[in-house]
């Protein structure tokens, strides 16, 4: 219950926000490392294969923390509905103005009347163990990625689901 209250707080917070107040140069792919390293043991347990194809380079402007912690839920969920043995794919393209950040599972697909409701708050489907998350995670990685004045996707595609977050460079 306190872990609920405690990222309702933070989604609120994040909301009530016009703009950043502090931007950074942030490098993402030491982001990525750190959370691949942070799920290990579901990865392991799961026999997931996570890969990463990220220039040591690519880098974005924002908040390092909100930044991080978007992309943590984002591999949450892909983790949350991957089939065992299934893959991420995680693709990071630098462009001029932007960078593009893809994330792909392999799995089941978000069935088609709940793609466009996937990012509300408190939405949430069931996970193959029959668990429901508190369906903030989405919510938090959409607010996140506005306030960095960027844009996120969510499909279907041939294997799984596709996360796209294009947020702008320095």
């Not at 908040?63 to 794919?89: C, M, P, T, W």
Request: proline residues 5%; glycine residues 4%; hydrophobic residues 40%.
């Amino acid at each position: 219950m306190q872990q609920l209250i405690d990222k309702l707080l933070t989604l609120t917070r994040l909301e009530q926000l016009p703009e950043l107040e502090q931007q950074k140069v942030i490098f993402i792919r030491p982001l990525f490392e750190a959370i691949k390293d942070s799920f290990i043991a579901k990865i392991s347990t799961q026999k997931v294969q996570v890969k990463l194809q990220c220039d040591p380079m690519s880098q974005c402007l924002g908040d390092a923390f909100l930044i991080q912690q978007s992309f943590y839920n984002v591999v949450d969920n892909a983790l949350d509905f991957i089939n065992e043995s299934g893959e991420i794919h995680i693709q990071v393209t630098q462009e001029l103005s932007f960078v593009d950040i893809y994330i792909e599972n392999t799995g089941p697909f978000i069935p088609d009347y709940a793609l466009e409701r996937i990012t509300e708050r408190f939405y949430s489907l069931p996970r193959a163990n029959g668990k429901k998350s508190t369906g903030l995670g989405l919510n938090f990685v959409e607010q996140v990625v506005k306030l960095h004045k960027g844009k996120l996707s969510i499909e279907n595609t041939k294997n799984g689901v596709r996360v796209h977050i294009c947020i702008p460079t320095p």
